[in-house]
C-alpha cells in the first residue's frame, strides 16, 4: 500500500513527464545515434559511435536541453494551457513554477558542465540553444510567423550538434534536414490550427490567428507539395538505400493528410492531423536503418566530386 506522501511524490513524477514530455525525448536520442551512424558518419562502425563517450554526451545535453525547454515553454504557456489542453494542465500544475525554474537551472548548469568535458565548442554551443530556447518561449513564440520558423528550426539543431561534431559536411545531410524540417513546420501550423482558441485569448499572432483558418490551409497545402523537391533528390540523385520506400509512403500519407486537412473543422479533426505527422516524422526515424552506410558514402563521394 503507497503511503499518503508515497502517492503525492508518484503524482509530481508523473506530471513532471508530462511536462518535459518524456515520451519523445527518447525517440529525440533515438533518432541521433541513428543519425549518426547511418548519415552523419556512415564510414564509422556502428559499435564505435555506441561506444563514443563525447557523442554520449551530446546525445544527453541534447535531450536534457530540450526537456529543459518544455519545461520553460510551460512557464510561460500556462494561461494558454488551460484553455486549449485544460486536462494536461491541471497534471502540470501539479509541479509548482517555483520547483520547474529551479529545475530548469539545473538541467541547464547539467548541460554546461557536461560539454565542458567535450570542447568549448560544444560549451557554447548548448549555451546558444539554451538561451534561444528560452528567448523562443519569452518573445518570440507569439511573433506572427516567426515563432514557427523558430520552433521548427530548434527542433532539428540537436542534429547540427552532431553534425558538428562529426564535420561531415555533405549535401545530401542538408537536403534530409530539408525534408524534415517541413514537416516540423507544417506541425507547428498544424498545432496553431489545433490551440486556435487559446491564441486567439492570449494574443499569440499565429497564421490562422491573423489571416483564417483557410488561408493557413493553403499554406499547409503548399509546403506539403514542396516536400517533392528534397524526396526527388533523395531518392533519383542521392543513393540512400531502401529508404526510398519510407519516402514514396510519406508522399501517399501527406496527399491523404492535405484531402484530410481541407475537410477539418475542429479540434478533434486537427488533433488527428497532428497523430499522422508526428507519426511520419517518428517512422522516418526508425526508418534511417534502411540506408545503407556504404552506398551512402558512395552517394557522397559522387556528389562531392561535382
Not at 497564421?207 to 516536400?227: N, Q, R
Not at 533519383?236 to 484531402?259: E, K, R, T
Not at 516524422?281 to 551512402?296: D, N
Request: proline share 2%; glycine share 2%.
Amino acid at each position: 500500500m503507497l503511503t499518503r506522501k508515497s502517492k503525492i511524490f508518484l503524482k509530481k513524477i508523473i506530471s513532471f513527464f508530462s511536462v518535459i514530455r518524456g515520451y519523445n525525448i527518447w525517440v529525440i536520442a533515438l533518432a541521433q545515434y541513428l543519425a549518426a551512424i547511418f548519415i552523419l558518419a556512415p564510414e564509422k562502425r556502428a559499435m564505435e559511435i555506441i561506444l563514443d563517450w563525447r557523442l554520449f554526451l551530446i546525445v544527453i545535453a541534447s535531450t536534457l536541453t530540450i526537456a529543459s525547454g518544455y519545461i520553460i515553454n510551460n512557464f510561460y504557456d500556462a494561461k494558454k494551457d488551460l484553455i486549449n489542453r485544460p486536462r494536461k494542465a491541471m497534471i502540470d500544475r501539479l509541479v509548482s513554477q517555483e520547483t520547474k525554474l529551479k529545475v530548469y537551472f539545473a538541467i541547464n548548469a547539467l548541460v554546461a558542465l557536461l560539454m565542458f568535458f567535450v570542447s568549448w565548442r560544444a560549451v557554447l554551443f548548448f549555451s546558444a540553444y539554451i538561451f534561444l530556447i528560452w528567448f523562443y518561449s519569452h518573445k518570440l513564440k507569439k511573433m506572427f510567423l516567426i515563432g514557427n520558423i523558430t520552433a521548427s528550426i530548434l527542433a532539428v539543431l540537436p542534429f547540427f550538434g552532431i553534425l558538428m561534431y562529426y564535420k561531415n559536411f555533405y549535401s545530401v545531410i542538408f537536403v534530409h534536414a530539408f525534408f524534415l524540417l517541413l514537416l516540423i513546420f507544417i506541425r507547428e501550423l498544424i498545432k496553431d490550427l489545433e490551440n486556435i482558441e487559446g491564441d486567439l485569448i492570449t494574443d499569440y499572432k499565429t497564421i490562422p490567428v491573423v489571416f483564417g483558418e483557410k488561408s493557413a490551409k493553403t499554406i499547409i497545402s503548399i509546403l506539403a507539395s514542396a516536400t517533392l523537391i528534397p524526396v526527388y533528390f533523395l531518392v533519383d540523385i542521392y543513393d540512400i538505400g531502401y529508404m526510398d520506400i519510407y519516402f514514396y509512403l510519406s508522399l501517399v500519407a501527406l496527399l491523404f493528410f492535405v484531402v484530410k486537412l481541407w475537410k477539418s473543422t475542429t479540434k478533434a479533426d486537427y488533433l488527428k492531423l497532428h497523430f499522422l505527422l508526428k507519426f511520419i516524422i517518428v517512422s522516418g526515424v526508425f526508418c534511417i536503418i534502411l540506408i545503407e552506410p556504404a552506398v551512402l558514402i558512395h552517394g557522397k563521394k559522387l556528389i562531392s566530386a561535382y
